[in-house]
């Protein structure tokens, strides 16, 4: 069985970041209020929201308040505190579970669950001390990746190793937490798809996205990703068996490698909205937002068509002031940015869409902007 909630009623979300806030966007368009549980006062989320609870995510009260201002409530990110949101499932409508978070939060249990679904992943092994690493790294050899099992984000958290000489530059991250070592794989392109499913088990991906990263932050999207038929098959095929086995209600991204015969394997999952996902809100006839409303409030879930090749461009912290130079030089470019003050280097600020019938013509526009040059 599934609930509906309808616009006048209030939809809670566990974060106040931008995924948040394009989340509550969307929600207010079609006439729900948002309230918004989020650490910082002023968040981009809680500018936009009608209710702002400031506190950390794992407080008692706090997390109490949001269930008894919310018909429904959701999260617009995996690291928030998987007891508090088991226990709000117990005290308030949380379509989504708490058993995705718990899953997606610690790469070994991500890894477990798409080899379960009966998806590939590179080659790895979980070490809890620098002693397992140097006893079981010939399992998978050079180069590999030692990531944290926890908390990594834009590529933090990790540490390629080339040859035997590079073990040690792992040890700190061993000493912290527990960590998957996994096999580089020599991709040609890095994908994603974003699956959504309601409750009824309608199930649609979004068009695949080619992402491109710079300093491991995502830089561009590129949509549709420039794959064959086959690729493209096994990737929304390999999406909807993991989003099935997680008995998924709401929004999973799956990052994925494409190998140079064209198969694939799966990086790993995002229990939630995702940046490649932008472009949608312009390029396509529902956003990766308005979906993921619809699907925890129980509404019918919308076939996504894709009205133009898109290309999305983040914009981080040393990009701002180039771009809002040159706003005026390209009409046809959707700016968003997210309402946070300081603009940091390297944090994500906002981003641009621009629908294209010219790719190429466009990413070189974009090149000779000069606006990315940092
Ligand atoms: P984000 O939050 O930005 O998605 P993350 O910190 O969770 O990143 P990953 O997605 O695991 O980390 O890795 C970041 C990037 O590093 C990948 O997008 C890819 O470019 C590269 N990378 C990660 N794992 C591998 C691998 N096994 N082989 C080759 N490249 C890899
Ligand atoms: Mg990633």
């Known amino acids: 069985m599934t609930t509906m909630i309808f616009p006048g009623q209030t939809i809670g979300i566990i974060g106040g970041g931008q995924l948040g806030r394009m989340m509550a966007l969307s929600a207010k368009e079609a006439g729900f209020k948002v309230a918004v549980l989020e ?42 505190d998987y007891e508090g949101l088991k226990r709000l499932t117990e005290i308030a409508y949380v379509p989504q579970g708490a058993e995705l978070v718990r899953i997606t939060q610690n790469r070994v249990t991500e890894k477990e669950a798409i080899v379960k679904a009966g998806c590939p992943v590179a080659p790895y092994f979980v070490v809890d001390t620098y002693d397992d690493l140097v006893t079981h790294i010939d399992k998978i050899g050079y180069p590999c990746i030692v990531k944290t099992a926890r908390g990594g984000y834009d590529g933090k958290g990790q540490q390629r190793l080339n040859s035997i000489d590079d073990l040690p530059l792992a040890k700190g991250l061993i000493e912290h937490s527990q960590c998957v070592v996994e096999s580089f794989v020599p991709f040609n392109m890095e994908i994603s798809v974003i699956v959504q499913r309601n409750g009824l088990g309608e199930t649609y991906c979004l068009p695949v996205g080619e992402n491109i990263h710079v300093h491991h932050i995502l830089h561009e999207t590129i949509v549709p990703a420039r794959i064959s038929n086959d690729t493209l098959n096994q990737a929304e095929q390999a999406a909807i068996k993991i989003a099935d086995h997680l008995q998924l209600i709401g929004t999973l991204a799956v990052e994925m490698f494409v190998l140079k015969n064209g198969d694939i394997i799966i990086n790993e999952l995002a229990p939630r909205p995702h940046n490649s996902g932008h472009y949608s809100i312009e390029a396509c006839n529902i956003s990766q937002f308005g979906q993921h409303i619809r699907a925890i409030c129980g509404w019918p879930l919308r076939k996504p068509v894709l009205w133009a090749p898109s290309i999305m461009v983040n914009v981080l912290g040393q990009h701002v002031v180039p771009l809002t130079n040159n706003i005026s030089k390209y009409p046809d470019w959707s700016v968003h940015l997210y309402g946070k003050d300081k603009a940091k280097v390297n944090r994500k600020m906002g981003h641009v869409t621009i629908m294209t019938n010219n790719v190429e013509l466009t990413l070189d526009e974009i090149e000779k902007s000069g606006i990315w040059s940092e």
Do not use: H, K, R, W
């Not at 968040?43 to 506190?55: E, K, L, M, N």
């Open 39 to 80: 650490p910082t006062m002023d968040s981009p989320c809680g500018q936009v929201a009608d209710i702002c609870i400031v506190a950390p995510y794992d407080d008692e009260a706090a997390l109490e308040e949001l269930a008894s201002v919310s018909d429904v409530i959701t999260y617009e990110f995996e690291n928030i």
